[in-house]
C-alpha cells in the first residue's frame, strides 16, 4: 500500500535573512511559502538523514568554492596582505629598537651575576640564574609577527563576509568586477565624493586621539625613565595602513554587519532601527575595547575618556559610510583616515 505523503508543518521558521543572497533550494523539494504564497528566504539547505525524521543543516558558511563570496574573500584576503606585508618595515625597526633595550639590560643583569658569583667556578655553578643573551630578530621572525597579525584580519574578515551577505549591507564594486558585469563611471565616483571626504573626518577624531597620546607618552616614558622611540615616518605611515585596516575588520566589517542582524532579527522586540543601532553599537564595543586596553596610563578620567573618544568616532563615519554606500568605499575612507594619522601626530607630538 503506497504510504501518503506527510504535509509540510505550516508554520515554518522564517528565515534570519535581512535581505541576503539567495540560497538555492534543495531539487526535491520546493522554498517553503508564506501564507501571501511568496517564497521565503531559506537558510541553509535541509537535506534528509538515513533516519528520515531527523534533518541535518547545512553549514552556515556562505564563502564556499565556485560561489561570488569565495571570489570576494579571495579580494579581502589580498588586500589585508597587501598591508600587512607594508607593515614589514615598522615592525623590523621596533624589534631592532627592543632587541637594544633587551642588550643593555642583559648587560646590567650579567654584571650582577659576576659580581654575585666572581669566580668561573660559581658561575658555573650558577649557570640556571645567568641571564640569557638577548637574540636579535631575524627576518623569519618578523615575517611570522607580520603574518600573524594578518591572519587575525583573515579570520574576521571570513566571519564578517558570512554575516554580511545575511544584511542588506554590500560590496558592490567587489560583486560587479569578480562577477564579470563590470565597474562603470558611477561605481567609481563615490570613491571621490563618499571615501576621500569620510577619510579625512576620520583624521578628525585621531588629531584629537594624537593630542591625548603625546601627554601619555610623555608621562610614561618620564615615569620609566625610557627613551621615546621615534620611526622613519614613511615607516609609521606604512605601519599605520595595517593597524586601520585590523582595527576596521574588527569594529566594521564584523561588530557592524552582525549588530545590524541582531537588531534586525529582534526589530519586533528591540524597536531599534537595526543600521543605527549596530553603528552606534559597534562604537561602544571600539570605546569600551579602547578604555580597557589603556589601562593604568591615564591618570585622569577626562583624559582617559577623550583618548577612547578618539578611536571609537572613525567607526561610526566608517559603518555609516558602509550602510550608504558599500563595503568597499567605507574601507578605502578607513585606509586614508589611519594611513595618514602618523603625519598628523608627527605635527602633534614633539
Given at each position: 500500500m ?17 535581505k ?11 522554498p517553503?511559502?508564506s501564507s ?21 543543516v ?25 598591508v600587512a ?29 659576576e ?54 549591507l554590500?560590496t ?17 565616483l ?5 571615501s ?8 578628525a ?20 625613565g ?14 599605520s ?18 549588530l ?7 526589530h ?28 593604568n596610563?591615564?591618570?585622569s ?14 567607526v ?16 578605502l ?17 614633539k
Open positions: 503506497a504510504q501518503k505523503k506527510k504535509k509540510k508543518p505550516a508554520g515554518a521558521r522564517k528565515s534570519t535573512y535581512a541576503g543572497k539567495k540560497v538555492e533550494p534543495p531539487k526535491k523539494t520546493g517553503a511559502k501571501t504564497g511568496t517564497a521565503r528566504p531559506v537558510q541553509g539547505v535541509a537535506k534528509q538523514t538515513s533516519k528520515g525524521d531527523q534533518k541535518q547545512e553549514s552556515w558558511n556562505l564563502v564556499r568554492k565556485g560561489t561570488l563570496e569565495a571570489k570576494v574573500m579571495w579580494a579581502l584576503l589580498a588586500i589585508i596582505a597587501v606585508l607594508a607593515r614589514y618595515p615598522l615592525t623590523q625597526a621596533e624589534g631592532n629598537v627592543q632587541y637594544k633595550a633587551q642588550v643593555v639590560e642583559y648587560k646590567k643583569l650579567l654584571a650582577a651575576f659580581k654575585k658569583y666572581p669566580t668561573a667556578v660559581e658561575q658555573k655553578k650558577h649557570s640556571k640564574d645567568k641571564p640569557v643573551t638577548p637574540k636579535a630578530p631575524t627576518t623569519s621572525v618578523i615575517v611570522i609577527s607580520v603574518l600573524f597579525g594578518a591572519i587575525q584580519s583573515a579570520i574576521f574578515a571570513f566571519l564578517g563576509l558570512n554575516v554580511l551577505r545575511r544584511t542588506d554590500r558592490p564594486v567587489l560583486d560587479k568586477s569578480l562577477s564579470g558585469e563590470g565597474i562603470r563611471g558611477p561605481d567609481l563615490p570613491f571621490a565624493t563618499w576621500i571626504p569620510a577619510g579625512v573626518l576620520i583624521i577624531p585621531l588629531y584629537l586621539n594624537a593630542r591625548i597620546s603625546s601627554t601619555l607618552i610623555n608621562n610614561v616614558v618620564k615615569a620609566s625610557a627613551i621615546n622611540t621615534k620611526y622613519p615616518l614613511y615607516k609609521e605611515i606604512l605601519g595602513f595595517n593597524d586601520g585596516m585590523f582595527f576596521f575588520v574588527l569594529f566594521v566589517l564584523v561588530a557592524v554587519p552582525a545590524i542582524w541582531v537588531f534586525t532579527r529582534y519586533d522586540r528591540t524597536h531599534v532601527e537595526p543600521h543605527w543601532g549596530g553603528i552606534l553599537g559597534a562604537a561602544l564595543l571600539a570605546l569600551g575595547f579602547i578604555w580597557l586596553n589603556v589601562g596610563s591615564v591618570h578620567a577626562t583624559q582617559h575618556a577623550a583618548y577612547s573618544l578618539g578611536l571609537a568616532l572613525p561610526v563615519i566608517m559603518g555609516y559610510v558602509f550602510w550608504k554606500k558599500g563595503l568597499e568605499y567605507s574601507m575612507a578607513a585606509l586614508i583616515g589611519f594611513g595618514f594619522y602618523p603625519l598628523i601626530a608627527s605635527f602633534v607630538v
